[in-house]
């Protein structure tokens, strides 16, 4: 096949990853990857390197250093104010090219995917998507991602031996936040940016931004499927109650009753909760994915047959909507005790 | 001026609700899974019918796979769609990221270019969301992904989109030719319509283009083009559960669980 962008021999034993800011705030799951990152760096004793663009985040940089980077490249310029392919690609791809890392690494947000799908192509390099988790094959020097397959309990060991950078992605959530360190020490580079208007070709016409929901690290995830028929009203009262948020399986979320931006599992939100509260869904392993760093789960089915059991602590066979009230009711007297 | 052309992406799969997991191996069992267009491909197909109703122009789906594919995609004619392609060889297996976008932008090419190019989110069964941009890309055009609306301004030949945001959205304004990648059940697809469906299954406007056709690097395409190799496939480590039934009387069972609640937090 034909060869990547990197000539033969030529890549830094190195990892990289790609810092997105939003508004002068590192996004989470950067820093999630840059503690993975950290990690990896650490079997393999390589540098890990923070790539940053943005304008006017050189303070982000510290931050990226407390969370386990050796050094920060910052491109520093107007035109990389708000995320555009074009600006934002251009400058990401010199600097790979600049310093050639074996492993560059991007969380899946909207703009990581649109960098990672467009960028791979352009570096004619391999690209996993979506890694349920990332290590290192100490041997030969080789990323190895974990990508798990359609629907069931099989992950594929994706590796690459050839093409550089090993490109990956990872959703939100899947990785834990190393503690900062503020007694870190690292470079901060300033790379030269040559970008000239004319290259943005997107215009950003209006931004809007509001009430984000954030899944990945609520105390309670009340989660519903199929069985719920709809009623999600139900379940936002008891999450309310526990002081947690709902989420969704994907039937809700693609027949309207839900925000697709809870949707829970493999192709939505990891979320770490204490407790994830599973109603009326069946446990397609797909979802899973999405619960399986809870501390506990409890799931309620009518089926008495549905899989999630075999992946609950507790659970009731039984019709959700007759539980639930009498769930709510319980534990609102409770709280009625205790407050008195 | 040539007519204004757009082309659908969509891919085949298996029916998500009928591959079974086999209890004992956690293997994927797809042999009695029936096939469906993508689900995230009708918001795609129905994005593009509604621009080609307000704009004019001609319409044609792309896809790549076997022949045995090919009755499916007949769903997007009866549904509007001028023409279908089928991208169609031994050859073009195994592909991944890097290979699928290669050989389609050499399936574009072959059309004789797009001005817009329309794609899933993601597909059902591989869900890396990253053919849109990889496409863009090969074919050196503008991207707009997880577009919710869209409007074309042709004097001007600009694409402007709504684009999902966490939280929110942006109002982008790109230069034709573009990807758009449409924001999975963002549009409600429209019934097939029944005075085109005889048609639709009868009708000869379907091209099947191999490898040869295309012109493509043999050493760009399916397995041999795709730089990513699967070393091993494991089960998923999932986490040990305790597995307890709640027993009794509905009101007692509530009570025991609302105990458990309070306990775990």
Redesign the interface.
């Known amino acids: 096949?034909?060869p990547?962008r990197y000539r033969e021999n030529e890549e830094s034993k190195a990892v990289w990853v790609y810092l997105e800011q939003e508004e002068g705030t590192l996004e989470n799951v950067s820093l999630e990857v840059l503690s993975k990152g950290r990690e990896l760096a650490d079997v393999m004793k390589w540098k890990l390197v923070g790539l940053l663009p943005g304008s006017g985040v050189h303070a982000l940089a510290k931050e990226a250093i407390t969370r386990g980077a050796d050094e920060i490249w910052v491109m520093d310029h107007p035109l990389l104010t708000t995320f555009t392919?074009?600006g934002h690609g251009a400058v990401v791809y010199d600097a790979v090219m600049l310093g050639k890392p074996s492993i560059f690494l991007l969380g899946a947000?909207?703009n990581g995917?649109?960098?990672?799908?467009?960028?791979?192509?352009?570096f004619?390099?391999?690209?996993?998507?979506?890694c349920?988790n990332l290590h290192m094959d100490e041997k030969d020097a080789l990323l190895?991602s974990?990508v798990?397959?359609?629907?069931?309990?099989?992950?594929?060991?994706?590796?690459?031996?050839?093409?550089r950078p090993q490109m990956a992605t990872v959703r939100p959530g899947v990785f834990a936040l190393s503690e900062p360190d503020s007694a870190r020490r690292g470079k901060v580079i300033d790379v030269p940016v040559n970008l000239k208007p004319e290259q943005i070709?997107?215009?950003?016409?209006?931004?809007?931004?509001?009430?984000?929901?954030d899944l990945t690290r609520v105390?309670?995830l009340v989660v519903g499927g199929r069985g719920v028929n709809g009623d999600f009203e139900t379940l936002k009262k008891l999450a309310e109650i526990?002081?947690g948020d709902v989420g969704a399986t994907r039937p809700p979320?693609?027949a309207?009753f839900i925000e697709?931006?809870r949707q829970i599992g493999?192709?939505g939100v990891v979320s770490s909760p204490?407790?994830a509260?599973c109603c009326g869904l069946s446990g397609a392993?797909h979802l899973?994915?999405g619960i399986?760093k809870a501390?506990?789960?409890?799931s309620i089915n009518s089926d008495p047959e549905a899989p999630i059991?075999?992946?609950?602590?507790?659970?009731?066979?039984?019709d959700v909507s007759?539980?639930l009230p009498?769930?709510i009711q319980?534990?609102e007297s409770?709280q009625e005790i205790s407050h008195a | 001026m040539p007519e204004f052309h757009m082309v659908v992406c969509v891919k085949v799969v298996p029916r998500?609700d009928e591959?079974r997991?086999d209890r004992e191996t956690?293997?994927?069992d797809r042999r009695h899974a029936r096939l469906e267009l993508n689900?995230p491909d009708m918001s795609a197909l129905e994005m593009a019918l509604n621009t080609r109703d307000r704009y004019g122009g001609k319409l044609d789906i792309l896809s790549m796979g076997p022949l045995s594919f090919e009755p499916l995609l007949r769903v997007g004619l009866a549904m509007g769609c001028d023409h279908i392609v089928l991208l169609s060889d031994r050859a073009f297996g195994g592909a991944?990221?890097?290979a699928t976008?290669?050989t389609l932008a050499k399936g574009i090419e072959k059309m004789g270019g797009a001005d817009l190019i329309f794609c899933g989110e993601?597909s059902?069964?591989?869900?890396?969301?990253?053919?849109?941009?990889?496409l863009?890309?090969?074919l050196n055009v503008?991207?707009?992904?997880?577009l919710t609306e869209l409007s074309l301004d042709l004097d001007k030949q600009t694409a402007?989109g709504r684009?999902?945001?966490?939280?929110?959205?942006?109002?982008?304004?790109?230069?034709l030719p573009c990807v758009v990648s449409v924001?999975?059940?963002s549009q409600e697809p429209r019934f097939i319509n029944f005075s085109r469906k005889a048609w639709a299954y009868e009708t000869e406007r379907v091209t099947v283009w191999n490898a040869v056709d295309l012109n493509a690097?043999p050493?760009?395409i399916g397995l041999?083009?795709?730089?990513?190799?699967?070393?091993?496939?494991?089960?998923?480590p999932?986490?040990e559960?305790?597995?307890?039934?709640?027993e009794g009387e509905?009101?007692a069972?509530?009570?025991q669980?609302?105990v458990?609640?309070?306990d775990?937090?």
């Open positions: 096949m034909p990547s392919i074009e947000t909207h995917r649109d960098l990672a799908g467009r960028l791979a192509v352009r004619r390099t391999g690209l996993n998507a979506d349920t190895v974990e798990s397959g359609f629907g069931g309990g099989v992950v594929a060991m994706i590796e690459m031996q050839n093409h070709k997107t215009r950003i016409l209006e931004r809007v931004r509001s009430g984000v929901v105390p309670v526990l002081g979320v693609d309207g697709r931006e493999q192709t204490k407790m509260l392993f899973l994915v399986d501390d506990v789960v409890v059991f075999e992946f609950s602590d507790y659970y009731i066979v039984g007759q539980y009498v769930l319980t534990l409770q | 998500s591959i997991v956690r293997l994927l689900p991944d990221t890097l976008t290669y993601e059902a069964d591989g869900a890396t969301g990253q053919v849109p941009a990889g863009a890309e090969w503008s991207q707009l992904t997880l402007t684009r999902s945001l966490k939280g929110g959205y942006e109002i982008l304004e790109t230069p924001k999975n059940a690097d050493e760009s041999t083009g795709s730089p990513t190799t699967v070393s091993e496939l494991a089960r998923v999932v986490r559960r305790k597995r307890i039934k709640l509905a009101m069972k509530a009570e669980l609302a458990i609640i309070r775990s937090l």
